[in-house]
């Protein structure tokens, strides 16, 4: 199968959206901008080997690919609306590409975006998704602007498993299927994400790891600005405790990484989406930026991914 005929047998879908004048199959795809609105848009790498496994189910890689993408747009408060692929194929030949396909454009339905373009080609396993949404005129919820006095609050799964799942994976260990769920099938927060726009006065999402994340906010907000965390309103992934121990299972859970929850700065006086899960204050402190439970984090911690390295 060549380059062409991959593209129209798999990645040629007639767009949904009405605001579509030009889907993909030309140079390039054309869209009118919705009244009043604010496009929001971001790119994000799934490299085989480096963001995924090298033996990677296609299922799998297409559910962490929209996944990771679409969490960015949640994090944002936007409506996703359209995405696009650049896709890099060891082979060209059907099998692995019919099962990630299928996948994608299943979560392409699921999440209310249509493929209006992409790029494929020959080369090591590794995808590019670009995604698209938008929010009303003034609304996207950025990093800056958490203050003191703030709730911190976060929205999504429970915490730690996917960490969990990749010590599994490399230990080799037997029971492989404990804690996959939660790697192999991130769930964006999109609708939390819109529920937040006017009330989160600082959000961003949790890929690196919830204190690596955090870090992100804290950069943004006054000098001696810190979150104090408490342990036991952390929600943890199930069996995380049973396993490893309350320990491991803390530290996987606030600097494991690979949630794809939202986390939220929140004035204490505003009514809050009721999925939410308060789990700290924002404090001052002159000494330490994340503290839990009053103490400074355990020095040994390393507090989240960094791919550069
Ligand atoms: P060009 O030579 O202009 O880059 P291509 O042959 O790469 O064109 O792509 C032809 C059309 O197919 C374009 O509209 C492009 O957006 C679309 N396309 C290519 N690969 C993908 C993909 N993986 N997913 C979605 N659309 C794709
Ligand atoms: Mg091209």
Known sequence: MNEFELIQKYFKKDPLDPFVVLGNGDDAAVFAPRYDSEAVISVDAVIAGRHVPDLCPPDGFAARLMGRGLSDLAAMGATPRYVLLSLSLPTLEPGWVDHFASRFHQLCVRFGVDLIGGDTTKGPLSAHLTVIGDVPRGKAIDRDGLKAGDDLWLFGPDLGGARAYLGVLNQGEQDQEIWAERYWRPEPQIDSGIALRGVANAMIDISDGLCQDLLHLLDRATKSTAVNLQ???????????????????????????????????????????????????????????????????????????????
Request: overall charge negative; proline content about 9%; hydrophobic content about 40%.
């Open 231 to 309: 342990s036991r309103k952390l929600p943890l992934c199930e069996h995380l405790v049973a396993r490893l121990g309350l320990d491991k299972a803390l530290e996987y859970a606030l600097t494991g990484g690979d949630d794809y929850c939202l986390l939220a700065s929140i004035p204490p006086d505003l009514r809050v989406p009721p999925n939410g899960k308060l789990i700290g204050m924002v404090v001052k402190s002159e000494s330490d930026r994340i503290l839990l439970d009053g103490n400074p984090l355990p020095e040994f911690w390393q507090l989240g991914w960094d791919h550069n390295l």
